[in-house]
């Protein structure tokens, strides 16, 4: 069947994060990409397959690949291409450009276009939750504790208001993947087994949480600059710093909502009080690392940065920095005013946070994981009697 080349998708990919930058038009589909990558062996032709949808226009086959998001960005490519295409720059762009798609609202087209756009974003969402918590703020003098500043109930009840809004938010980006994932493979003809899903969501997760495959990346190395690197500065660990002590932190504020009295004080050797320290200390580690190669410029994938590539990690640096000093600021006789202050930004960074999940990169730990699960899933052995899409 022919197919119409449609060059306007390549021109509103540039258009996000570091795809601004580069040229990857320059790419003649050689495969040296797929040669070099330590994730191709399972997959045929990623990442050239994913780079030839978007020459063509190919929109639809492009956001509905779970491959777009198999890419750790290892640099690999890149530093190997002949024709300087920087296909990893490529893939980070085509990233920010399917969350932009998934979203409903436009709020992550907005954010990831541009600078102001980004700013915009992040202020509205500041303004209002600053906004509801000085409706119930009480300004009371230095020694009033932090909760009685800010009512524990009162933000609470925003969090869960926030929650279940940026919940459903992720749920329809979630939605919109799966559905495109789902009308590519059946009308291909692919057979997907209903039994293999369970084995698929276990691999996603598992693969997720231990960042097998990214671990995979480091080991496959076959750069200079990466093999000379110490093993504590190696992109699996400080990669896997930031994401496991968000998890912690993550997990210690879902304890204390569920067995702790709201706005309660506890001991500081309390079960929630030491992960969510030591969480915030290991993902402060990474993302130190993170901020500096950013600053350097020196390696890959830090040599062509966003505004969009840096907001998520200082946001996220922000947010655990105030809220280590919140931890400390509880146990003192008297919180002073620049106690409160600091309770403040935090509370609005946290609720910032939260809101900008489906919108920033910080979607990745959605997508990602739901891609690695779809990949999962398609490979799976299909059983016959199980199995749909195969007769389309």
Known sequence: MARVVNTSLLQKIKKHGAGRKLDISACFNCGNCTAVCPLAEDSGGFPRRVIRMAQVGMEQDLLASEELWRCYACGECTQTCPRQADPAAFMAAARSYAIARYDFTGLAALANRSVLGNLFVFGLFSAIFSALLLTRMNAGGPDLPLFHFLPGEWIHNIGVVLFSVVGLSAASGIASMVWRFWRKRVREGDALSIAAIPGAVYSALSDALTHRRFGQCDADATTQELAAQPWHQRPWLVHASVMGGFLAMLLATTLDFMFKPIGSVVQPWYLTRILGAVGGLVCLYG??????????????????????????????????????????????????????????????????????????????????????????????????????????
């Open 287 to 392: 993302l130190s690392i993170v901020l500096l190669r950013r600053a350097q410029g020196k390696e890959h994938p830090y040599k062509k940065s966003s505004f969009a590539d840096w907001f998520f990690p200082v946001l996220l640096t922000a947010t655990v920095l105030t809220g280590l000093f919140c931890e400390v600021i509880v146990y003192l006789p008297s919180p002073a005013t620049l106690g409160h202050d600091i309770f403040f930004a935090h509370v609005v960074l946290a609720m910032d946070l939260v809101a900008m999940l489906p919108l920033t990169k910080f979607a990745h730990v959605l997508y990602r994981t739901l891609a690695l699960a779809l990949f999962a899933w398609r490979n799976a052995p299909a059983k016959a009697a199980a199995s749909v899409g195969a007769e389309a």
